[in-house]
């Protein structure tokens, strides 16, 4: 199993930037696939970034296209999600997750997950 931190939220006004960090403990050593997602107030969980194991092949949400870049940084078991240009939609508890099969495209390969920041956005 994965143990994983999520830090970085925060509050912020619209147009501004955080970035959000995750890091993994336990079994490593295994090939995740990585993943962002965020949950509203009575909406579903979506997945906003993704990333494979190698970070070589990433994939993003069309409401985040253009504003959100995911990287990883596997010697330091850690996993980063630059956000720019926050909307007040983006307003939201963002989740890290990980993807046993390496692939990080799909959100129903996620197996563990961490507690979550909260990202609150302004106008």
């Known amino acids: 199993q994965v143990q994983l931190v999520e830090s970085g939220g925060g509050a912020v006004q619209a147009g501004g930037s955080l970035r959000l960090s995750c890091t993994a403990s336990?079994?490593?050593?295994?090939?995740?696939?990585m993943g962002w997602f965020r949950q509203a107030p009575g909406k579903g969980r979506e997945l906003v970034a993704g990333c494979s194991w190698t970070g070589g092949s990433t994939s993003y949400a069309d409401s985040v296209k253009g504003r959100f870049t995911i990287t990883r940084d596997n010697s330091m078991h850690t996993v980063y999600l630059q956000m720019n240009s926050l909307k007040v939609e983006d307003t939201a508890l963002y989740y890290c997750?990980?993807?046993?099969?390496?692939?990080?495209?799909?959100?129903?390969?996620?197996?563990?997950w961490g507690q979550g920041t909260q990202v609150t956005v302004s106008s």
């Open positions: 997750g990980a993807d046993p099969s390496g692939r990080g495209r799909d959100s129903a390969d996620f197996d563990y």
């Open positions: 336990g079994r490593t050593s295994r090939p995740y696939g």
